[in-house]
């Protein structure tokens, strides 16, 4: 089994064959130094955490996409997982002005939450799609395929030239 998570890397819960594991160009690379993940929640591109053991020690890691890499605990994830908001406080977010173009750091609260906008079945990302102004996804919610030329006909035209 191999889930989502960045555009570089590969959750699988296969033993990898050593000779494709290494430091070289085009070779995995261990980011856990030979430990296993015990659990892991994959709640989209990255976002997602895990936690493994070492020395008999819990060690918690986590990616979530605008937070700071492992700033948030696996309680936190499965609360987020469950549909509940999480609040931080993030000492350096980068500001950007158009008006006169400076880039300011400042302190920031802010606001997290699982988003279904990019969404996931059955371990496959489904990007969502835009079509005459409206955001949509190819899947709805149950993972049924939308039938594009039912509530579009037009674009069968641009499909068919």
Same mark, same amino acid.
């Given at each position: @089994?191999?889930?989502?998570?960045?555009?570089?890397?590969?959750? =699988?819960?296969?033993?990898?064959? &050593?000779?494709?594991?290494?430091?070289?160009?085009?070779? @995995?690379?261990?980011?856990?130094?030979? *430990? *296993?993940?015990?659990?892991?929640?994959?709640?989209?591109?990255?976002?997602?955490? %895990?936690?493994?053991?070492? /020395?008999?020690?819990?060690?918690?890691?986590?990616?979530?996409?605008?937070?700071?890499? &492992?700033?948030?605990?696996?309680?936190?994830? @499965?609360?987020?997982?469950?549909?509940? =908001?999480?609040?931080?406080? +993030?000492?350096?977010?980068?500001?950007?002005?158009?008006? !006169?173009?400076?880039?300011?750091?400042?302190?920031?609260? +802010?606001?997290?939450?699982?988003? !279904?906008?990019?969404?996931?079945? !059955? /371990? $496959? %990302?489904?990007?969502?799609? $835009? $079509?005459?102004?409206?955001? $949509? /996804?190819?899947?709805?919610?149950?993972? &049924?395929? *939308?039938?594009?030329?039912?509530?579009?006909?037009?674009?069968?035209?641009?499909? &068919? /030239?």
């Amino acid at each position: @089994m191999i889930n989502l998570s960045n555009t570089d890397s590969i959750f =699988t819960s296969d033993v990898l064959p &050593n000779h494709l594991i290494g430091s070289d160009l085009g070779l @995995m690379k261990d980011e856990l130094k030979g *430990f *296993f993940i015990q659990e892991g929640l994959f709640l989209g591109l990255k976002k997602y955490g %895990y936690w493994f053991i070492d /020395n008999n020690n819990k060690v918690e890691a986590s990616v979530f996409a605008g937070v700071t890499r &492992n700033s948030l605990s696996f309680n936190e994830l @499965m609360e987020l997982y469950q549909g509940l =908001t999480i609040h931080k406080s +993030i000492d350096n977010r980068f500001y950007k002005s158009f008006s !006169d173009l400076n880039i300011s750091i400042k302190s920031a609260n +802010i606001s997290i939450l699982k988003s !279904d906008r990019k969404q996931l079945v !059955d /371990n $496959i %990302y489904l990007p969502p799609h $835009i $079509i005459n102004g409206k955001l $949509i /996804n190819q899947y709805d919610l149950n993972g &049924n395929k *939308f039938n594009y030329l039912k509530l579009y006909p037009h674009l069968f035209y641009y499909f &068919n /030239n």
